[in-house]
């Protein structure tokens, strides 16, 4: 599975974003992770493609909103009243269904990643 990443940029404080992620297959999970400079990569968002279950990390909870569109197999990141502290590569990843619960929060829980994109939030 491919993933190809997109929608990244500068924005200011309190801005929105939407960023992208269209896979070249389906899998059982996509996820969302940001990484800052200096630091680990963390969790943002996943769905569950069947379903469309989601979840959030705590600092994202009621700014971001993860979404797919089956058709098209590209899941999307709305990301609103945007931080200085969101800067970051973003990067999104597929996971199997072997590998649910848990795993959803954690960069062990998938197999494929992309290629990232960087979100600037200026002050």
């Known amino acids: 599975v491919q993933l190809q990443a997109s929608g990244g940029g500068l ?23 940001r990484q800052a400079p200096g630091k680990e990569r963390e969790f943002v968002a996943v769905i569950i493609w069947s379903g469309g279950s989601t979840y959030y990390a ?6 971001f909103t993860i979404s797919s569109d089956n058709a098209k197999n590209t899941v999307y990141l709305q990301m609103s009243s945007l ?25 062990l829980g998938y197999d494929y990643w992309g290629q990232g994109t960087l979100v600037t939030v200026s002050s």
């Open 11 to 33: 924005v200011q404080a309190g801005g929105s974003l939407r960023l992208s992620c269209a896979a070249s297959g389906r899998t059982f999970s996509m996820g969302w992770f």
């Open 58 to 63: 705590d600092s994202v909870k009621g700014r």
């Open 83 to 107: 931080k200085p502290e969101d800067t970051a590569v973003y990067y999104c990843a597929a996971g199997p269904p072997q590998r649910a619960g848990t795993y959803y929060f954690s960069t």
